[in-house]
T-cell receptor, first 115, second 114 residues
Framework: DQQVKQNSPSLSVQEGRISILNCDYT??????FLWYKKYPAEGPTFLIS?????DKNEDGRFTVFLNKSAKHLSLHIVPSQPGDSAVYFC??????????????FGQGTRLTINP | ETGVTQSPTHLIKTRGQQVTLRCSSQ?????VSWYQQALGQGPQFIFQ???????GRGNFPPRFSGLQFPNYSSELNVNALELDDSALYLC?????????????FGPGTRLTVT
């Protein structure tokens, strides 16, 4: 049962353009959403997060949008740079009070930025 | 500030053997979580430790067990290794007291079971 889905295994974007990565979830108990970036031979690096009480959060070139009614979130990267080439994981967490601080991850999207 | 470290980097074991993986959490963090990442998949939650006790577990059998020490470092033990246990094992640290959801990952241990 895949509760967090990233339906695009890969995405190719030209340098300087906008990259949009998408993520869908099924569990309405998810309260917090995060994006991680992963380079080969490294662990995932935290990028940006959003609480379910918000619909947008920005941090520099990165913006995450949350549409709770559609159970959909997206990560926008503007402008895209060659160093952004990596695998991006969407993750979700239920309310903190409900036991472990468990993250549920999607399968990942490989982003390639072309010069 | 010291990040999350894991050892060893790589490990090759034979089916049926036992393995212990180690993790040192980021300074200031009191919670450690372990994840298994199979090839081409996202990380899957194994379990979490807080105050030296298991604080939640994913869908993994009892032969996956762990420990957390007073300095918040942690071990993941896997008994009776199976071929499907071959994966990248990730440790992540966080702070429940901080009431945030962000977890910070180490570089992982690549386990190969032959």
């Amino acid at each position: 049962d895949q509760q967090v889905k990233q339906n695009s295994p890969s995405l190719s974007v030209q340098e300087g353009r906008i990259s949009i990565l998408n993520c869908d979830y099924t569990n309405s108990m998810f309260d917090y959403f995060l994006w991680y970036k992963k380079y080969p031979a490294e662990g995932p690096t935290f990028l940006i997060s959003i609480s379910s009480i918000k619909d947008k959060n920005e941090d520099g070139r990165f913006t995450v949008f949350l549409n709770k009614s559609a159970k959909h979130l997206s990560l926008h990267i503007v402008p895209s740079q060659p160093g952004d080439s990596a695998v991006y994981f969407c993750a979700a967490s239920p309310y903190l009070i409900q036991g472990a601080q468990k993250l549920v991850f999607g399968q990942g999207t490989r982003l390639t930025i072309n010069p | 500030e010291t990040g999350v470290t894991q050892s060893p980097t790589h490990l090759i074991k034979t089916r049926g053997q036992q393995v212990t993986l180690r993790c040192s959490s980021q300074s200031g963090h009191n919670t450690v979580s372990w994840y298994q990442q199979a090839l081409g998949q996202g990380p899957q939650f194994i379990f979490q430790y807080y105050r030296e006790e298991e604080n939640g577990r994913g869908n993994f059998p009892p032969r996956f067990s762990g420990l957390q020490f007073p300095n918040y470092s942690s071990e993941l033990n896997v008994n009776a290794l199976e071929l499907d246990d071959s994966a990248l094992y990730l440790c992540a640290s966080s702070s429940i007291a901080g009431a945030t959801y962000e977890q910070y990952f180490g570089p992982g241990t690549r386990l190969t079971v032959t």
